[in-house]
T-cell receptor, first 112, second 115 residues
Framework: TQLLEQSPQFLSIQEGENLTVYCNSSSVFSSLQWYRQEPGEGPVLLVTVVTGGEVKKLKRLTFQFGDARKDSSLHITAAQPGDTGLYLCAGEKGSTLGRLYFGRGTQLTVWP | EAGVTQFPSHSVIEKGQTVTLRCDPISGHDNLYWYRRVMGKEIKFLLHFVKESKQDESGMPNNRFLAERTGGTYSTLKVQPAELEDSGVYFC?????????????FGPGTRLLVL
């Protein structure tokens, strides 16, 4: 059973468009992380959110943790071709510290 | 500073053979994790070492998988005998706790294909 449902699975947009990726669960997480993965490499951490309702910004990327700490979203404003990649959400539960539960990922392609 | 390294990058073996994957964590990192991504599925946790001790091995699929971390440095993950469903990408990650927080740094993965 998959703990984190990530959507959409694929996203293909034009440069300059905005997009949102969602990560949902029925479980509560102590923290939620967003990673980006390039072909042939491992996931690289973008951000960690730990407080319900928390919003973090990283240049054109905005990350939000749901109030109940069961869901999260990643919003990209004015997407660039350099944003192309696989975006993964991963949650950590307090009962199994360190162990990450991943979503399946969103493959984003931004066309010039 | 060198990141997490994994060897080999690719491995193609036949069903029934043995394969050993190696992970070298970032120097000084006490935590070492193994994860696996099977095609079409999410990345799944296999196990967690703290130094040389297995902190959590609840994600190991079955007793054909054996992980070791002798001396608390590098780790090996042995699959014996390999089955078709063991194919996938095996990731290693390492981290160090710092004031209650940790960031897991992932290696590039080993792509295992069992024929």
């Amino acid at each position: 059973t998959q703990l984190l449902e990530q959507s959409p699975q694929f996203l293909s947009i034009q440069e300059g468009e905005n997009l949102t990726v969602y990560c949902n669960s029925s479980s509560v997480f102590s923290s939620l992380q967003w990673y980006r993965q390039e072909p042939g490499e491992g996931p690289v951490l973008l951000v960690t959110v730990v407080t319900g309702g928390e919003v973090k910004k990283l240049k054109r990327l905005t990350f939000q943790f749901g109030d109940a700490r069961k869901d999260s979203s990643l919003h990209i404003t004015a997407a660039q071709p350099g944003d192309t990649g696989l975006y993964l959400c991963a949650g950590e539960k307090g009962s199994t510290l360190g162990r990450l539960y991943f979503g399946r990922g969103t493959q984003l392609t931004v066309w010039p | 500073e060198a990141g997490v390294t994994q060897f080999p990058s690719h491995s193609v073996i036949e069903k029934g053979q043995t394969v050993t994957l190696r992970c070298d964590p970032i120097s000084g990192h006490d935590n070492l994790y193994w994860y696996r991504r099977v095609m079409g599925k999410e990345i799944k946790f296999l196990l967690h070492f703290v130094k040389e001790s297995k902190q959590d091995e609840s994600g190991m699929p079955n007793n054909r998988f054996l992980a070791e971390r002798t001396g608390g440095t590098y780790s090996t993950l042995k699959v014996q005998p390999a089955e078709l469903e063991d194919s996938g990408v095996y990731f290693c990650a390492s981290s160090q706790w710092d004031r209650g927080k940790e960031t897991q740094y992932f290696g590039p993965g080993t792509r295992l294909l069992v024929l």
